[in-house]
């Protein structure tokens, strides 16, 4: 294990303890266990986990009363009841642990639906940040090199001491605000990245996408910086987006997972599969593939059999690169993302995907340059930015397609802009319901 002294003060500092260099270890031998191994690892934790909330919140004792405060085997958690949204909305106060520990506030960001507010115990940020530290590591880069996080949210470091010893000392980190990315201050940053010999780059999707477009429209060769990876996440990454961003920045595009109540908790390995790292957050799926997730180290504010809503697929095959995490083999996005089809069907957002790949290979790439769509029961609203071999042909293929695998009974409505704007978060949606 490597790392220097300034990220080892730095960290320290921030946790309050150099204990973190111990879970580091145990992360890191964690990632190879064998099945026995983890078993024993995890149901530690979690009975740890339960003895903790159900004496020390209000909401938990109650909530567990009648279920065993410790269980055997790792199928035992999923007979303990669910925790929905609408149990934090109305019992925020009772959440919170009656535990003196430092704590951060959050709250979702409401792309989908009514903004949630929570509270994250320092030690679940420490396990989360030490799950990132192992992911960049099958990469071979650490929390500590240089590299550029394009985001949205304004990050609130506040005016502490850490904060001017890390601007003058010790600054990995380069930021841009994706809501000042323009022409004008892509030419700047690009400059200074040149200097500053970033080794990775994390992002939106979206603002990785955007970033490379500037480039390619200004004629600056993004290869030249040097990013060894480019890390995207929150929003949907089609083939076509990894494959643009790939050849753009020169680099592997690795994906990662996560929402903000329990932290990024899936990463993308060198062999491609999404690992979920499962020390820092135990999940399972319903029979409806609905994610429940455990937020292990979050007791300030616990996150039990959480319905986080999102539908995946986890997978049964092991990975290549031999690592025991567990793999979901596909993310459809949040639950409320799929089309509902006028019978009462659901269809999945990447049947849109499909349509425009579909018209991009029959009429050329530069016929539609970008689109999103938004249901509003059987009315689908397109928004749709022309490229310059744009043909109105294209949308009565939309139609005969979505009337076939829709329905026949829905309606449409087309409208031309020229960009989309951004939600307060940063993120592009691509489709949405209403
Ligand atoms: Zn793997």
Redo the contacts with the bound molecule.
Sequence with gaps: MKYNLLYFLDTSIRFGSISWQRILKISLDYQWYDEKSRTKELLSRINSLLRIISSKNIFYKKHLSSYKKEIVTLSEIKEYPILEKSNIRENYDSLISDISTRYKTGSTSGSTGIPLKFLIGYSAVMHQTISYYRFLS?YGLTSYDRNVLLWGQKKRIGKSILYFFKKLVYNPQYRISIFDLDEKTFVYHFERLLTFRPKFFRSYKSGAVQFADLAKKLNYDLKKIGFRLVIVTSEVLFPSDRDYLENAFGCRVANEYGASEIGQFAFE?????L?ISDDVNYVFTNSDNELLVTSLHNIKFPFFNYKIGDKVILSTRA?????T?P?IDNVDGRSDDYIVKPNGDHLSQYAFYYLFEEIAKKNGVGCIKKYRITQNQNEFAFEIIKGENFNEDVLSHIKEHLYNVIGSDIRFIFKFSNQFNRDESGKLWFFKRI
């Design positions: 099958w390995c060198p062999e491609g599969s690992h990975c290549k690169c031999g690592r995490l793999v």
